[in-house]
Structure formats: structure tokens, C-alpha cells
T-cell receptor, first 112, second 116 residues
Framework: AQSVSQHNHHVILSEAASLELGCNYSYGGTVNLFWYVQYPGQHLQLLLKYFSGDPLVKGIKGFEAEFIKSKFSFNLRKPSVQWSDTAEYFCAPLGGYQKVTFGTGTKLQVIP | KAGVTQTPRYLIKTRGQQVTLSCSPISGHRSVSWYQQTPGQGLQFLFEYFSETQRNKGNFPGRFSGRQFSNSRSEMNVSTLELGDSALYLC???????????????FGPGTRLTVT
């Protein structure tokens, strides 16, 4: 069965620190990779996506993610976080035998 | 374009009752998916509808059902409510086309269901 693992459940960083949130999935076939973000009191929104091509994808607000097929990973990165990045982040490898799986989420708290 | 809308936003029901939640997708989107979000389990997929047909289903009991209308609006029904059904129910719409874009979803604000 397809599964996804987000290793960090709660991350606390100071402003300007670099961020990397891990995401690993188990399915070896074709998947479409997404990161979604949920800011406090707001809807889930799409942060970035990977379908094919360049494995380094850029999203909104300076976020990027790298797809490493051999490691089944799609880690989210940002060189310098801001207080406004405080949110919950969800990795979602979607597809693959028509399964739809979201990670359990990582809560990021950025301290000013 | 208007976003995904869900009604009602909040609902309180008692055990044993049934409930119907509604979702209007973004104009032009033909796929609607439903998710249950709880603090302990995160987002769990319930089902996906495309062109009035259920295209995909998660691992939820038969008490959870849904349907989609010809205008792509969707409803979700939960019968015989249990305390554990208390959750935020999210609806997401997408173009529904083949490939990755099928899964590029746009979420509504959710319906907060409390079962007492």
C-alpha cells in the first residue's frame, strides 16, 4: 500500500534560519508530488507541485522542493524563513493505483 | 474566480443522527474530493467524484457516502453519526483531467462537525 512519511511533526525555528522538511513515500510507480500549506485560520493551499521534468521545483513564497527518485523523497526547503511562514505543511504524493495520501503534517513555528 | 465553497461551516449533531454536507467546486472543475481532517489522523481521503461518478474511494465505512450533481456540486452524507466522526470535513476540487493535474486540488474552508 502507498504511504507517506513526514519525519518532523513540530519544528521551531528562528527567523532567517533555513528550513528543510522531510517527506518520504513508499510507492515506486509514477506519483505526482505536492506540498500544501495551511496557515492559521486559512484554507489548505497549494505550495508547489512536481509532475515530471526538472526535479527541483519552485513554489510560492520562496519555497522549493527536490524530488529524488532513488530515495523516494520530496523534501521541502526554504533558505530563510519568516514569521509569516508559521503554518502546517503537508506532503502529498498523489496518484499511483489511484491512491490519495496526505502526510500527517508538520507544524512549523517561526520565532521572530 | 470564486473558490471552493462549503456549507454549512459549522454543525453540531448528536450520536445516531445523519448529516449532509455540501460543496461547490471552482467553476470549470469537474472533480470533487472529500477529506476528513482530525488532529490525530491528519487528512484522510474519503472519496472522489468526477462527472457524477465515484472515481476513487478511501477506507471509510459505508456510513460515509457522497454524490455529485451534473453541475459538479457535491454532497457528502454521514449516517448514524458516532462521536469519532467529529472532524473538519474538507472538500477539494480539481479540473479532474488525466495525469498530475487530476490531483492539483483546491480546498474549501471545511465544515466543522461536532458530534455529541
Amino acid at each position: 500500500a502507498q504511504s507517506v512519511s513526514q519525519h518532523n511533526h513540530h519544528v521551531i525555528l528562528s527567523e532567517a534560519a533555513s528550513l528543510e522538511l522531510g517527506c518520504n513515500y513508499s510507492y515506486g510507480g509514477t506519483v505526482n508530488l505536492f506540498w500544501y500549506v495551511q496557515y492559521p485560520g486559512q484554507h489548505l493551499q497549494l505550495l508547489l507541485k512536481y509532475f515530471s521534468g526538472d526535479p527541483l521545483v519552485k513554489g510560492i513564497k520562496g519555497f522549493e522542493a527536490e524530488f529524488i527518485k532513488s530515495k523516494f523523497s520530496f523534501n521541502l526547503r526554504k533558505p530563510s524563513v519568516q514569521w509569516s511562514d508559521t503554518a502546517e505543511y503537508f506532503c502529498a504524493p498523489l496518484g499511483g493505483y489511484q491512491k490519495v495520501t496526505f502526510g500527517t503534517g508538520t507544524k512549523l513555528q517561526v520565532i521572530p | 474566480k470564486a473558490g471552493v465553497t462549503q456549507t454549512p461551516r459549522y454543525l453540531i449533531k448528536t450520536r445516531g443522527q445523519q448529516v449532509t454536507l455540501s460543496c461547490s467546486p471552482i467553476s470549470g472543475h469537474r472533480s470533487v474530493s472529500w477529506y476528513q481532517q482530525t488532529p490525530g489522523q491528519g487528512l484522510q481521503f474519503l472519496f472522489e467524484y468526477f462527472s457524477e461518478t465515484q472515481r476513487n474511494k478511501g477506507n471509510f465505512p459505508g456510513r460515509f457516502s457522497g454524490r455529485q450533481f451534473s453541475n459538479s456540486r457535491s454532497e457528502m452524507n454521514v449516517s448514524t453519526l458516532e462521536l469519532g466522526d467529529s472532524a473538519l470535513y474538507l472538500c477539494a476540487s480539481s479540473l479532474g483531467l488525466a495525469g498530475g493535474q487530476r490531483y492539483e486540488q483546491y480546498f474549501g474552508p471545511g465544515t466543522r462537525l461536532t458530534v455529541t
